[in-house]
């Protein structure tokens, strides 16, 4: 349907009109309506790539994606982060409206190929947690090697705490660690690059993570039989399998979870805490399968490649 075509609103014809104006005006609402060579707008090379991947029912995957990531350092980390708003305050000493950064996952690979260590951090004190997140970040990450997130919202989340320590007159070394880290270039957004580089059927006109994740899985690749991927049923992409087991399967009810936590005590409060720490171990490694998802299509289009150049 016309409707899937992602950001549709902002995709003009070369007049400056709404093409999907235009179509609806004309009785005519199927994707294959849309004119493909002639939109403009923001997001006319995304819209393009969307289209160009659903007619042909092949992923697309342009030269950007390999040299984004060639420019990886090594050791490569995934990280998530788990964050809740409140105006009343989940924790005494936190200010009203103000972040909490309570949770984190963390998976290292040293070497490429290499296999994937992981680390987590989940707050279980009464107290403001945002000191100890940074410290045990800090640990998680040291000085070297890219840090991939999906979208900027890590990096938002950073700045909003390196402010709060710097109006409390707060210049200890995990608070200067954590600007030189911000200043550092290693953050790298993961979201756009697959937005401006690649497209799969399946994702349709989406481009988050837990659209593009079930999208991959349904491939029969090799990368689902490695470790720690193969924890998971091939048939059943992650977050599906936390689904089926009743599990934390999204941000808001990561939140949701943690509040809850608050006031439980007990067996009860330690399921409510390995369901949050199941919930983001799967963001985590859902960043490193789609990493190691498209270096195999990279490494067997070269092979394709070098045997074509053999057979000329």
Known sequence: ?????????FAMDRHGNRIADTLIREDRVSLWDIPEHEITGEYAQRQRLQLESERTGDEIILPGLKAALDKLTYPVFGLDIETVRSLVPVHRGAKVNGLTLFQ?????????GGTLSYHDWLNTTAGNPNRAFLAALRTALGDHGSVLVYTQYEETSFRELLCE????????????????????????DLHR????????????????????LPALWAVDSPVKRQAPFDEFPADLDPY?????????????GAMEQYVAMQNTEGEAREQIANALRRYV???????????????????????VDERRLAAA
């Open 104 to 112: 984190f996952s963390v998976t290292e690979q040293r070497e490429r």
């Open 281 to 303: 171990r799967v963001d985590a490694i859902a960043m490193n399968f789609i990493l190691e998802f498209w270096r195999w299509r990279l490494t067997e289009a070269a092979r």
């Open 240 to 252: 599906a399998y936390l689904k089926s087991i009743g599990g934390v399967t999204d941000g808001c």
């Open 1 to 9: 349907h016309l409707f899937d075509l992602g950001y549709l609103w």
């Open 165 to 188: 320590f710097i109006s409390a007159g707060d210049d200890s070394d995990d608070v200067l660690w954590l600007k030189r880290f911000l200043d550092s270039g290693r953050l790298v």
């Open 193 to 212: 690059i697959l937005f401006e580089n690649f497209h799969a059927p399946g994702m349709g006109g989406k481009t988050s993570i837990k659209r593009v």
